[in-house]
């Protein structure tokens, strides 16, 4: 057996070297593991030998011409990658394929110029959870702007009248026509980065319903522990430990928990909130540079 082994071995080199002996290319490639979940970024590895120049071909409609190179998928299939190493007029393509499932949880993606933000759902509120996905799958908030930001709050977006609005145009009072009842869940707080459903006041809304489509990210400040215990005082809550560590060490607005219904959480991309919050805005807190989104739904 272990002579059957080191003949193959041995007959797969010398074909490599009367290959490269007659000036003809080898294409060969690895990738990183074996299983990846959406959204995965999968490092690929070279091992192609004589070639001058390589054109990879993911299998997703993306492509790149490095030696070496690493490629992220957003959604779960079965990919078909082709790396080809060219010398000269000579071509030799090597496939391989690989899987990419679909993640457990709901994820969407919020891309700006700013940065990409990624996004656990909450399967603890359905109703915003299911509506938010519907909209981003038909294009809704492609385009839409982030048309109030108030630095050490929230960054608000999703009117569907901000697309294309005009400089120093109003903005805020736009959805897709109907409201979503409050979903209120204890596990679901204001922590930095948490996706928020925003709504109309309670004098006009004393049901607490969420807009159809507009939503707000948390930034908010860290809190001392008596800013935290008074927030606990006004709003009858008692947060669990890991909550209460958060909100002292990443921060949030406690002020808002059970009056605005939380529906998911940022996971990756943190940072991309701060820079959107430290832009200058108008009176209206509308950024002078607009800040345009595009959502995808991570399946």
């Known amino acids: 057996m272990m002579t059957r082994q080191w003949t193959f071995f041995s007959l797969s080199i010398l074909c490599g070297m009367i290959a490269a002996s007659c ?18 970024l999968v490092v690929f590895t070279n091992k192609s030998k004589g070639a001058e120049r390589y054109e990879w071909d993911f299998g997703d409609g993306n492509t790149s011409s490095n030696a070496s190179t690493k490629h992220e998928y957003k959604s779960s299939g079965n990919y078909a990658v082709a790396l080809k190493a060219i010398k000269g007029k000579k071509t ?20 700006t110029e700013y940065g990409t933000m990624l996004i656990r759902l909450s399967n603890a509120t359905p109703q915003h959870r299911d509506n938010f996905i ?57 922590v930095k980065g948490a996706l928020c459903a925003a709504r109309q006041g309670d004098e006009v809304n004393p049901e607490k319903r969420s807009s159809g489509s507009q939503f707000y990210l948390v930034q908010g400040k860290p809190l001392t522990k008596d800013e935290l215990d008074m927030a606990e005082a ?16 990443d921060g949030g607005t406690p002020q808002l ?13 943190l940072d991309v909130i701060d820079r959107i919050a430290e832009m200058d805005t108008d009176p209206r807190n ?7 989104m595009k959502v995808r739904v991570i399946k």
């Open 92 to 111: 030799v393509v090597a496939t391989k394929r690989i899987l990419v499932k679909a993640p457990l949880d709901c994820l969407v993606e919020i891309e």
């Open 234 to 249: 006004r709003r009858g809550i008692r947060y669990t430990k890991p909550q209460r560590e958060i909100y002292l060490s």
């Open 257 to 269: 928990d059970r009056a605005y219904t939380v529906f998911g959480q940022v996971i990756k991309g």
């Open 286 to 292: 509308r950024p002078l540079k607009d800040v345009k």
């Open 23 to 40: 000036g003809q290319p080898l294409a060969d490639f690895v990738y990183d593991k074996a299983e990846h979940t959406a959204p995965a």
């Open 134 to 190: 519907e909209l981003a799958e038909e294009g809704y908030f492609d385009g839409l702007l982030f048309h109030r930001v108030i630095g050490g709050f929230m960054i608000q977006g999703g009117d569907p009248a901000s697309r294309n609005a005009q400089p120093g145009e109003a903005l805020g009072m736009g959805g897709p026509g109907y409201t979503i009842p409050a979903e209120f869940v204890d596990s679901l707080v204001h």
